[in-house]
């Protein structure tokens, strides 16, 4: 078996062990939770090791990594990853879902030197609270060539919502499991005739992350994207509107019991997995908010 050109891959990923796994992936074992700790290729349907795939990620090439939002774990793991590719003079640009256009300046005067890297400097976004994302914020600043502001303004998204001529290319499948996506998301209490609009901002702010990607590949490095799981899902978000631009992807996914990864991969539509990588970090509950 081999990887896809596409990809990049080399036979050192299929390489897994203790040793190789220690240096980023020691601190996220969980004795709860036997897979914590551990990174499972889709593809070879094995474990493998993360130094490896970011070893061999192909120069000028994006590797997405996909968060829970409310997951501490998942930053501090996003940090980690850039320092790592840092300290290898491997990094290119880190593009962030977390900030918009507008901000895109305020980032390009904090890596000069010109801002402090603090909230009120950045105009940061009250959504996205500053203490998650310091971490993968902070080093991303002080190590990447550029970091990129990947989303759309408030004024954007509202107009996607209310756009009624916005054309989205996707296959009935995809409008069918996405509109599920976003009803249950919302714990069921969005009229379902709203959920067009939202899936009209979803689609909207994939393409401007794409978009962002594209026109700020760094060719001599590796490019790193972070974003919800459902933007960087092959099946949902942003690789599926240009599946050409290929990017790597890689869901951080907190495990619970089970010792089966099929256990933890993502529903869909299709049965191509959602990513090809899945991370597991510890056990983590979230609380929905819904009742």
């Known amino acids: 078996m081999c990887c896809p050109i596409k990809r990049g891959c080399s036979a050192l990923l299929l390489t897994f062990s203790a040793a190789t796994q220690a240096s980023l992936l020691e601190a996220y074992t969980d004795p709860t939770a036997p897979l914590a700790g ?45 320092k790592y590719l840092a300290d290898r003079a491997r990094l290119g640009n ?3 879902e977390m900030a918009h256009s507008e901000q895109q300046a305020l980032l390009d005067r904090a890596q000069s030197g010109e801002l402090a890297i603090a909230p009120e400097q950045l105009a940061w976004q009250p959504g996205w609270p500053w203490e998650w994302y310091e971490a993968p914020v902070t080093a991303a600043l002080e190590s990447a060539k550029r970091v990129i502001a990947g989303d ?4 954007e998204k509202l107009q996607a919502y209310r756009a009624k001529d916005l ?17 249950d998301s919302h714990c069921q209490q969005m009229p379902k005739s709203q959920l067009g609009n939202m899936m009209n901002v979803q689609y909207a702010r994939d393409r401007a992350m794409l978009d962002a990607m594209a026109a ?24 599926y509107w240009q599946p050409e631009f290929n990017p790597t992807t890689l869901l951080m ?5 089970s010792l089966e ?5 993502p529903d869909s539509y299709t049965e191509t997995p959602a990513a090809d990588y899945l991370l597991f970090t510890p056990s983590y509950k979230y609380e929905s908010g819904c009742n």
């Open 38 to 82: 551990k990174l499972w290729s889709t593809q070879f349907q094995q474990f493998v090791s993360l130094e490896s795939v970011l070893d061999t990620l192909p120069v000028g090439s994006w590797l997405l990594l996909g968060e829970t939002h409310e997951n501490m774990d998942h930053h501090q793991l996003q940090a980690n990853i850039i």
């Open 167 to 183: 054309q989205i290319p996707a296959s009935p499948d995809y409008e069918e499991f996405m509109l599920e996506l976003l009803f």
């Open 152 to 155: 759309l303004t408030r004024d």
């Open 216 to 239: 700020n590949t760094a060719s001599d490095a590796i490019n790193l994207f972070l974003a919800g799981t459902v933007h960087a899902r092959d099946d949902l978000g942003i690789p």
């Open 261 to 265: 990864p099929l256990d933890y991969y």
């Open 253 to 257: 996914i907190a495990a619970q019991t």
């Open 94 to 96: 880190v593009g962030l």
